[in-house]
């Protein structure tokens, strides 16, 4: 992976912000989500990145509508993934994605039984497994709001440690 932009730490760090806000208060400000677009954009420009980032962050942003307009993502998450998409480019965004999942699930589950006790969580989960088994794919929206801008946060994070130590170690 390619030395950290300043794109991607800037992104970084309205990553954790972001996440703080929808971890604490299950929500974002809509100015700090449209500072996040702001941000990619002048960074972009700045950088002459806008362009090449202008891809991924069109994906993200129609991907982020579509669950969105499902239930399965609230406004600000799509907003604030379309602006880091804008900062980070593609392979920081990406790799910050996929270790999002990666955290995400161990998280939500503890953060399942923390909140409703573990009989309660086996039972929505199986619940919900024999629905989306059944092809009844709503049962999903029915359950608790997931921080996912929090777990983002955390992808991004370990997405930059291992990008510095990648760059670090050399070839």
Known sequence: MAAMSAGATIGVC??????????????????????????????????????????????VFVVGLALFSGGRLGGADVKVMTGLALLMGQPIFLHALGWAF???????????????????????????????????LSALNDGPHMPWLAFFAAGAVVAMTVAIVADASGP
Do not use: E, H, K, M
Not at 19 to 29: T, Y
Not at 104 to 123: E, K
């Open 102 to 136: 990666a955290c995400a699930a161990p998280i939500s589950l503890l953060v399942l039984v923390s909140r409703q006790g573990l009989q309660t969580t086996i039972a929505w989960l199986y619940g919900s497994v024999v629905q989306v088994a059944r092809g009844n």
């Open 14 to 59: 309205l990553a954790l912000l972001t996440g703080w806000f929808d971890w604490r208060q299950r929500a974002v400000p809509n100015l700090l989500a449209y500072g996040v677009i702001a941000a990619g954009t002048l960074v972009g420009l700045l950088t002459g990145n806008l362009v090449a980032n202008l891809p991924v962050a069109a994906i």
